[in-house]
């Protein structure tokens, strides 16, 4: 199999600008302070379980890593068509990304926010994360490994990718609770609501793949049957 160097490191570089959207929405969802993302529920949980356990010194990014750690080594055993380089680069860039946005919500005060405020800041939330998501999806470079997990289904069961990801968001949810996560009506919106958004920003999103190779001189066509 061949493969175009140049292509795929713009590739790579969309995947990352929609990493960084991604947990921009992830960071709305903690602002207004009514749940965090049915994966990060999750991670609470096993952060919270790991902080039990150990002396300290475990951060929540640290937890994400490991998590997404153990889903491609689950790939890597199952399905290795699915584990790329931009997989890995999630993998390593996402928990640094939290930690920083984390750090960033500390200069706000949502104490003095009204539930509408807040309510309207967590829609937000849900368009962001799922369109930074989708043009993760739609780079072909890879794909955040918790995402991975409902990308996998849906191509498995040959179900809407929406469907499965509400699916396996309320699966996090439920394994995130009985281990300690912190959740509220804000990640049941969003459990609920970003799988459909995701689905009607894939169109969109793939527009921005093409144009996005298009403007390094790279054809989306020829790059197809080079990838072959």
Not at 17 to 42: E, R, Y
Not at 131 to 144: L, Q
Request: one cysteine or more.
């Amino acid at each position: 199999m061949k493969v175009n160097i140049k292509e795929y490191i713009v590739r790579l570089v969309i995947l990352f600008i929609g990493l960084v959207i991604a947990h921009l929405g992830v960071t709305l969802f903690l602002l207004s302070d009514l749940g965090a993302d049915p994966f990060n529920v999750l991670i609470q949980g096993l952060h919270s379980l790991t902080v039990k356990a150990a002396s300290g010194g475990i951060t929540h990014g640290m937890v994400h890593m490991a998590v997404c750690f153990l889903i491609i080594i689950a790939l890597i055993i199952t399905d290795k068509s699915y584990i790329k380089a931009g997989t890995v680069v999630c993998m390593f860039c996402g928990g640094p990304i939290i930690d920083f946005f984390s750090w960033l919500l500390a200069v706000f005060h949502i104490g003095e926010m009204t539930i509408v405020f807040k309510l309207l800041i967590l829609i937000i939330g849900c368009a962001v994360l799922a369109f930074g998501m989708t043009i993760v999806i739609r780079s072909e470079a890879g794909t955040g490994p918790n995402d991975l997990v409902a990308v996998v289904i849906s191509d498995k069961s040959k179900k809407r990718f929406g469907i499965v990801r509400i699916v396996t968001d309320c699966v996090f949810v439920a394994a995130g609770a009985l281990l300690g996560g912190k959740f509220g009506v804000g990640t049941l919106i969003c459990a609920f609501l970003v799988g459909p958004v995701a689905d009607l920003c894939m169109p969109v999103s793939s527009s921005i793949v093409e144009k996005g190779l298009k403007l390094m001189k790279i054809s989306p066509a020829a790059a197809e049957k080079t990838d072959k």
